[in-house]
């Protein structure tokens, strides 16, 4: 069993990332009960309740929405990202939760991947920074799984599978 953490960098109820995602979680419940595949996406769910990073903070004890966050990375097999961009860059919420990551070495060779859903022409400036810092973290970057997916793609679960095999 391949289990995948699916990060929204959306705190918007109903956004067209967390959409992405709850479409992912769905598709890969279909892979899962295919002859030879097995995967499960599991949802993290708490990118507001994440205090500011503060480098004070970053050590034992972790504030506990912190803990929660490194333990639910750490029991990842991979992880799936889908961010909106803010002002050309992450949102402040989602770049706070990857600062969360650099202290730990959860995410340090875990294969990792984003599908952007913003519309032709927008999003580079979050897909840019989400590299730069995934990078830093030592996240294993699967280039194959770092798409641009539309929400109306007509072939759409077809490249959601694509993403998920890839990060297996």
């Known amino acids: 069993m391949v289990q995948?953490?699916?990060?929204?960098?959306?705190v918007r109820k109903g956004s067209s990332n967390e959409a992405m995602l709850r479409l992912v979680q769905e598709v890969a419940g279909q892979v899962a009960g295919e002859a030879g595949?097995?995967?499960?996406?599991?949802?993290?769910?708490?990118?507001?309740?994440?205090?500011?990073?503060?480098?004070d903070l970053d050590a034992d004890p972790l504030p506990e929405a912190v803990t929660e966050l490194r333990s639910a990375i750490a029991d990842a097999?991979?992880?799936?990202?889908?961010?909106?961009?803010?002002?050309?860059?992450?949102?402040?919420?989602?770049?706070?939760?990857?600062?969360?990551t650099v202290g730990g070495t959860e995410i340090c060779d875990k294969p990792t991947g984003?599908?952007?859903?913003?519309?032709?022409g927008r999003?580079?400036?979050?897909v840019v920074t989400l590299r730069l810092v995934l990078e830093y973290t030592g996240a294993a970057i699967v280039e194959d799984a770092c798409v641009r997916?539309?929400?109306?793609?007509?072939?759409?679960?077809e490249r959601i599978r694509a993403v998920l095999t890839a990060l297996r």
């Not at 984003?114 to 032709?120: G, L």
């Open 4 to 10: 995948v953490l699916l990060l929204c960098g959306s």
């Open 37 to 55: 595949s097995a995967n499960s996406a599991v949802f993290y769910e708490g990118l507001g309740e994440l205090p500011h990073f503060n480098p």
């Open 77 to 100: 097999d991979a992880v799936l990202v889908c961010t909106p961009e803010y002002a050309g860059t992450l949102p402040g919420s989602f770049k706070n939760l990857l600062d969360w």
């Open 114 to 120: 984003w599908i952007n859903a913003a519309n032709p």
């Open 123 to 126: 999003g580079e400036g979050a």
């Open 149 to 157: 997916i539309a929400i109306g793609d007509a072939d759409i679960r």
